[in-house]
């Protein structure tokens, strides 16, 4: 999976892993069968989620992490205000090709501090399952202090070790993965920042072998049917990619 955050290990600052590849990113997640797979999912489940808790949209919208804009593009047209932060300059230059409407900041919320005003709903995707710990929590200390109360936090976790497949891989003599973020950490880290779990979108459950994540198309004709089968909260916890929406207390 991820080809291109295959090389960003948690040894290493992750900071640093995607500042020369803007160029590539779409690409390499394109043509990953998985990555598509998940990145098509998220795509069909964003709107309902969005509206589910923001009826009329999200007055101020936060990307953290944007990359490329793959999720901005997605909700920015949502919200009557949208910022997007990256730190690597080719991810942004990317993202603002695709989003004219939204305002982009280069730079790292951990470390600095730019006046970027408060915002309701806050995103970031493939970010929390590739960051070390210490980047997680500057991360969530820096998205909470521009959340208002009651706002939301929208993230995806798309490196499960607790996925079946993740386990079976182990259990086969696979190589170490470096993955950590199960979800009973992921909630004990939210709710370190005052972030309850409101709402769990599970994806891909069924992909229960890494074989069949390398097989899969995002147009499977099969797909639909088997993501309602395994697409309830009660699968979270062993789901290889899962949507999170947690409020702020
Ligand atoms: C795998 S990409 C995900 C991009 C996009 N959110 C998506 O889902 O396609 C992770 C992004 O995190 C960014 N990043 C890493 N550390 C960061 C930090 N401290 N502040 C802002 N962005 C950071 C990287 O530059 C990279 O663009």
């Not at 998940?38 to 808790?53: D, N, T, V």
């Not at 929208?154 to 199960?182: C, E, F, K, Q």
Request: aromatic letters at 8%; hydrophobic letters at 40%; charged letters at 25%.
């Amino acid at each position: 999976m991820g080809v291109i955050e295959k090389a960003a290990s948690t040894e290493q600052d992750y900071r640093s892993s995607h500042l020369e590849v803007g160029g590539r990113y779409d690409a390499k997640l394109a043509e990953s069968p998985f990555d598509a797979y998940m990145s098509a999912w998220e795509r069909k489940y964003l709107p309902g989620i969005i509206k589910r808790f923001f009826p009329s949209g999200p007055a101020r919208y936060l990307d953290f992490a944007c990359g490329t804009g793959r999720i901005t593009e997605q909700i920015a047209p949502l919200a009557k205000q949208s910022v997007a932060v990256d730190i690597s300059p080719t991810m942004i230059e990317e993202a603002r090709r695709k989003c004219p409407q939204t305002r982009f900041h280069l730079g790292d919320l951990t470390t600095t501090d730019p006046d970027l005003g408060q915002f309701d709903l806050v995103s970031s995707f493939r970010f929390f399952g590739n960051a070390q710990d210490e980047l997680r929590d500057g991360a969530l200390r820096a998205i909470t202090r521009r959340l208002q109360p009651g706002g939301h936090l929208l993230i995806n976790s798309h490196r499960n070790p607790r996925a079946l497949y993740a386990v079976l891989d182990r259990l086969t003599g696979g190589p170490a993965s470096g993955m950590d973020l199960h979800l009973p950490k992921l909630r004990k880290l939210l709710d370190r920042h005052g972030l309850s779990i409101v709402w769990l979108q599970p994806i891909a459950v069924w992909m229960y072998r890494s074989r069949i994540m390398l097989d899969t198309r995002p147009d499977d004709s099969q797909a639909a049917a088997k993501e309602a089968r395994y697409g309830s909260a009660s699968f979270a916890s062993i789901a290889p990619d899962l949507i999170v929406v947690a409020r702020k207390r």
